[in-house]
T-cell receptor, first 112, second 111 residues
Framework: NAGVTQTPKFQVLKTGQSMTLQCAQD?????MSWYRQDPGMGLRLIHY???????DQGEVPNGYNVSRSTTEDFPLRLLSAAPSQTSVYFC???????????FGPGTRLTVL | AQSVTQLDSQVPVFEEAPVELRCNYS??????LFWYVQYPNQGLQLLLK??????LVKGINGFEAEFNKSQTSFHLRKPSVHISDTAEYFC?????????FGTGTRLKVLA
């Protein structure tokens, strides 16, 4: 069991570039989420999914897109990177009900 | 909407001393509460959770938390901390479909 994997670990972008952060889980979890972590602000939810084909916005969705075509994968797309998107991004997954979330190791993104 | 407040952004404590990290939540009919720990340069991992039943919840690494409905609190405690407990700790409440996290408390254990 690899758990939740994220690629890349580090990324530097220029303003206006686009990219996709990859997230995959091998635990057959229904729920997957993307968070960003900024100093003093904790984890803020960007988008989440309750199953393949079903996604919804979290509290900070602007500038990000997601899709969930399979149970395993939940990529996060930055459409046109901005310096305000410099952050550490975490993907997480969990089974249904009131179960714990399992987190990936994170992607550290810098936008210049 | 549900929310959590972590009252302390940083807590320094000497090794082998007790520690309490505070968390308050907004009231709701059903409350499901969690504490997660994040060691440097890692993702988060679950310390403990409260879903129902006994209000005193024991977790990994000697941590425990007490659910107090009247004070809407879920404070995390450890009677004797180690250097290895230095990390950031997050309180979270589960809402409909999603978690809501607090802003975190950075625990620094001093030798």
């Amino acid at each position: 069991n690899a758990g939740v994997t994220q690629t890349p670990k580090f990324q530097v972008l220029k303003t206006g570039q686009s990219m996709t952060l990859q997230c995959a889980q091998d635990m057959n979890h229904e729920y997957m989420s993307w968070y960003r972590q900024d100093p003093g602000m904790g984890l803020r939810l960007i988008h989440y999914s309750v199953g393949a084909g079903i996604t919804d916005q979290g509290e900070v969705p602007n500038g990000y897109n997601v899709s969930r075509s399979t149970t395993e994968d939940f990529p996060l797309r930055l459409l046109s990177a901005a310096p305000s998107q410099t952050s550490v991004y975490f993907c997480a997954s969990r089974a249904g009900g009131y179960n714990e979330q399992f987190f990936g190791p994170g992607t550290r993104l810098t936008v210049l | 909407a549900q929310s959590v407040t972590q009252l302390d952004s940083q807590v320094p404590v000497f090794e082998e001393a007790p520690v309490e990290l505070r968390c308050n939540y907004s009231s709701s009919v059903s409350v499901y509460l969690f504490w997660y720990v994040q060691y440097p340069n890692q993702g988060l991992q679950l310390l403990l959770k409260y879903l129902s039943g006994s209000t005193l919840v024991k977790g990994i690494n000697g941590f425990e938390a007490e659910f107090n409905k009247s004070q809407t609190s879920f404070h995390l405690r450890k009677p004797s901390v180690h250097i290895s407990d230095t990390a950031e700790y997050f309180c979270a409440v589960m809402g409909t479909y999603k978690y809501i996290f607090g802003t975190g408390t950075r625990l620094k254990v001093l030798a």
